[in-house]
């Protein structure tokens, strides 16, 4: 069954082909409007959400299917201690297809392994955010007509922030794209990132503290919340929180036609006096979620009636008891019955990953 865990599960011309569909929906809604019809969308969200949960419904009610939903973990089964997997294997018997966001990192993928129904993540802790890179794809691209040959600021934090690492990586598939980081020294991206998209891939970039340095170069500028909930030390969230606000005065030496993006919730980052500005597009942004969410509920629903097999290679997977996992947010520390897996990633260095959360394995 097809699920779509990170965008790489998609390639480069599927993710076109759901910008393009995207597109024609926002121009042509009546041709959609009856698309799902009979068609049931659970969403199971485990952690607080406005925009992803609402455009997930909003999505699928466009698209005249139904809606079937969990908004919290204390009102479901999770909180009677029921698996990740079970719940996924329950959902299948009632929907025909699940968004789940949740705490633990690699829950969407356990789910995805256990369901017989398409899976989407809809967030998994701070690993990655999928249908959120979507939605920055889209706007990106309705902004400048292009994914290619761009500058691309990323402002705030980095570490934690998971549609930074997940637009990063499908970023990286495209041609052209230079990555200004600009964070504090302690919300730098962390060091995966480096090694395993940035320098992998051979994409140009440059870390930065200094915001409006930077600014003249950018034409997309992607400013991000500093992520409270991820912080162990609450003091160390204080004296970071309003590391970067945006306000019009550090526009003055942007380019005319910068794109400012921004995956929301705001708290104090962007002023709301940019707003009005042409250069604010973190509004239609929103609206781009639930277009591309539109399109990628048609891809996987079509993708299931055509039984396509397995979304990832399980083959290469190795139980190996020298290998362990240390992340405390990944999902194999936390449900006793998942099997450690581990996929060797960078044979020369000899780099193995947790095959649930990728957090490098020690
Ligand atoms: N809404 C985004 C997320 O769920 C960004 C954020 O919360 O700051 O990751």
Redesign the pocket.
């Known amino acids: 069954m097809r699920s779509l865990i990170d965008t790489v599960d998609f390639s480069i011309e599927e993710l076109d082909d759901l910008i393009r569909v995207a597109c024609d929906i926002a121009d042509h809604p009546e041709k959609y409007a009856h698309a799902c019809d009979g068609k049931i969308l659970a969403t199971l969200f485990f952690e607080p959400?406005t925009?992803?949960r609402l455009s997930f419904e909003a999505a699928m009610l466009s698209l005249g299917g139904n809606v079937i939903s969990v908004s919290s973990a204390g009102a479901s089964s999770a909180a009677k201690g029921e698996s990740v997997a079970d719940t996924a294997k329950t959902v299948s018997c009632y929907a025909d297809i699940m968004a789940m966001?949740h705490p633990l990192e690699g829950a969407a993928l356990v789910a995805a392994h256990a369901a017989s129904i398409p899976v989407i993540n809809a967030?998994d802790g701070g690993h990655c955010?999928p249908t959120?890179t979507l939605a920055d794809l889209y706007t990106i691209y309705r902004e400048k007509g292009r994914l290619n040959n761009l500058t691309v600021g990323f402002c705030g934090?980095l570490k934690y922030?998971?549609?930074v690492h997940s637009l990063i990586n499908a970023l990286s598939r495209y041609t052209g794209i230079k990555v200004v980081l600009i964070s504090p020294e302690e919300l730098r991206l962390p060091e995966y990132m480096f090694a395993e998209v940035l320098d992998k891939k051979g994409m140009t970039y440059e870390e930065t503290t200094d915001l409006v340095a930077a600014m003249p170069e950018l034409d997309i500028l992607y400013m991000?919340?500093v992520?409270r909930e991820r912080f162990a030390d609450q003091e160390q969230y204080q004296r970071l929180k309003d590391s970067y606000i945006l306000t019009l005065d550090k526009l003055d030496t942007a380019k005319a036609d910068l794109a400012i993006l921004h995956?929301?919730?705001r708290v104090n980052e962007i002023s709301v006096a940019i707003d009005n500005d042409p250069r604010a597009c973190y509004f239609k942004q929103v609206l781009g979620g639930k277009l591309m969410r539109m399109a990628l509920i048609l891809k996987l629903l079509e993708d299931a009636k055509n039984d396509y097999q397995s979304f990832r290679v399980v083959d290469g997977l190795i139980h190996k008891d020298t290998k362990t996992c240390r992340n405390g947010r990944c999902i194999c520390q936390v449900e006793q019955e998942i099997e450690h897996l581990f996929v060797q990633t960078d044979a020369e260095n000899d780099v193995w990953r947790c095959y649930w959360c990728e957090t490098q394995a020690e």
């Open positions: 959400s925009r992803t966001r967030g955010h959120q934090d922030g998971r549609t991000t919340r992520q995956p929301l919730p």
